[in-house]
C-alpha cells in the first residue's frame, strides 16, 4: 500500500530525511517511534505534502501511484488522511458543515455524489453514535472551545467520515492525556481492517499500549535504525533511545 524508499528531505536547506525505506502493507498498523528532533513530523507532512518541504531523493508510492506528484488535495482525496491537520479553531465555520465540506471533497473525486446536508447529518450520526460522541459536537464551530479530549473526538470523527486507507497519525509532543490517547486508539482500532493502513507516529510508548501495531520502527537521524514487533516498543521505554543509538 505504502512503500516508501530511499526518501530524502530538507527543511530552509537543511536535511532532515536521510534515506528512509518504509512500506506498510494493506492493513498494517506501523508506529514509528524516536527522540525529538529525529524527524518524525516531518515524515507526516512530506507525505502529506506540507509546503517548505522540500524532497531531494527517493521515491513514495501509495498504491503503485506516485504520492509525491500529487497535490496535497490529491492526496487526502486518494484515502490518504493525516490526523492533526486541522488543530485550527474555525468560528463561524458549523463543524457538520466542515466536515461535510471535506467528505464531498474526496467524495466528487471517488466519482461518487455529494452529500446533502440531511443524507450527511444521517450518516454523521450513525458514526457519532459508534464512537460515543455527543451530537451537539456537529453544531458547535470547528474546534471553537473544545477540549483536548473533544478536538481529538472531532479528528476520529472526520477520520471515520472520510474512511481513509491510510491514516498518519503524529502523536506529536505535545502529550495527549490518557483519555484523548484512549478516543485516538479507539477511533484507528475500529477502522481496522484488510484495506485500511495506520502509520502512528508518537514519540513515547503509551499510545502503544491502546493501537498494538503490527511493526514498529525507531527513526534517528533522519532515518529507520532500528524495526521489530510491537515488544520493541516496551524495550524502548525501559531501554531509552540511548541504547538504539549506542547500538546502531
Ligand atoms: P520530531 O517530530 O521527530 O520531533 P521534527 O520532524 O519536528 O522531529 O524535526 C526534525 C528536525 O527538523 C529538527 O531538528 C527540527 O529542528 C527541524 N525542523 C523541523 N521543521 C523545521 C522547520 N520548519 N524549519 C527549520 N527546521 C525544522
Ligand atoms: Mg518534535
Ligand atoms: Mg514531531
Redesign the pocket.
Known amino acids: 500500500m505504502l512503500k516508501i524508499e530511499g526518501l530524502t528531505a530538507e527543511?530552509?536547506g537543511?536535511p532532515?530525511l536521510n534515506g528512509i525505506d518504509l512500506e506498510v502493507p494493506a492493513g498494517g498498523i506501523h508506529a514509528i517511534m524516536?527522540?525529538?528532533?529525529?524527524?518524525?513530523?516531518?515524515?507526516s507532512?512530506v507525505l502529506a505534502g506540507r509546503e517548505?518541504y522540500e524532497i531531494t531523493g527517493g521515491s513514495v508510492t501509495f498504491d503503485g501511484i506516485d504520492l509525491l506528484a500529487l497535490e496535497p488535495e490529491e492526496r487526502a482525496a486518494s484515502g490518504l488522511f493525516l490526523a492533526f491537520q486541522y488543530p485550527v479553531e474555525l468560528p463561524g465555520v458549523g463543524n457538520a458543515l466542515f466536515l461535510r465540506t471535506a467528505l464531498n471533497a474526496i467524495r466528487r473525486h471517488r466519482g461518487e455524489p455529494e452529500l446533502d446536508a440531511m443524507q450527511f447529518l444521517k450518516v454523521a450520526r450513525q458514526r457519532m453514535q459508534a464512537l460515543s460522541m455527543p451530537e451537539d459536537m456537529l453544531r458547535r464551530g470547528v474546534n471553537v472551545g473544545f477540549s483536548g479530549g473533544e478536538k481529538k473526538r472531532n479528528e476520529v470523527l472526520q477520520m471515520a467520515l472520510l474512511q481513509p486507507r491510510l491514516a498518519i497519525l503524529?502523536e506529536?509532543?505535545s502529550g495527549l492525556d490518557i483519555d484523548a490517547l484512549k478516543i485516538v486508539a479507539e477511533g484507528v482500532n475500529a477502522l481496522r481492517a484488510p484495506d485500511f493502513s495506520a502509520l502512528v507516529?508518537t514519540?513515547y510508548q503509551r499510545l502503544l499500549d491502546y493501537i498494538v501495531p503490527d511493526r514498529v520502527h525507531v527513526?534517528m537521524g533522519?532515518r529507520i535504525v532500528q524495526s521489530g514487533g510491537p515488544e520493541l516498543a516496551q524495550q524502548l521505554e525501559a531501554s531509552g533511545y540511548a541504547s538504539v543509538q549506542a547500538a546502531a
Open positions: 527543511v530552509d537543511k532532515i524516536g527522540p525529538n528532533g529525529s524527524g518524525k513530523s516531518t515524515l507532512y517548505g503524529d506529536t509532543d507516529i514519540h527513526l533522519g
